[in-house]
């Protein structure tokens, strides 16, 4: 029997892999707990609710926050994602 590993990757190591090549720009893939997933692609009907899911939040939540659609999020367990929604506290701009 042969002794097998899964190495996890870095968001950095992620990010290197796009740059040379080996992950093509566009390809539907996210990083997940330092895993590569493939992402099913969109189709008509999921495009259609998530653009009228954006439309309700967006009302919903007003000057609050803002809701985001498919826009990659890095968080620090070595996560690269693009999920279908995701709403964003605002910062302030006011810095005294």
Known sequence: MVN???RSLTSTEYYQ???SGIIRE???V????GQI???AAKGTRHTV???RLITELSMLIQRRAVVR?????TLPNNSELEPDIGIVRLRSTNRN
């Open 49 to 51: 609710a998530t653009t």
């Open 37 to 39: 997933f493939t992402i």
């Open 17 to 19: 892999m796009i740059e």
């Open 30 to 33: 996210e990083l997940i707990l």
């Open 4 to 6: 097998t590993q899964i």
């Open 69 to 73: 659609c498919q826009e990659p999020i």
């Open 26 to 28: 566009g390809e539907r």
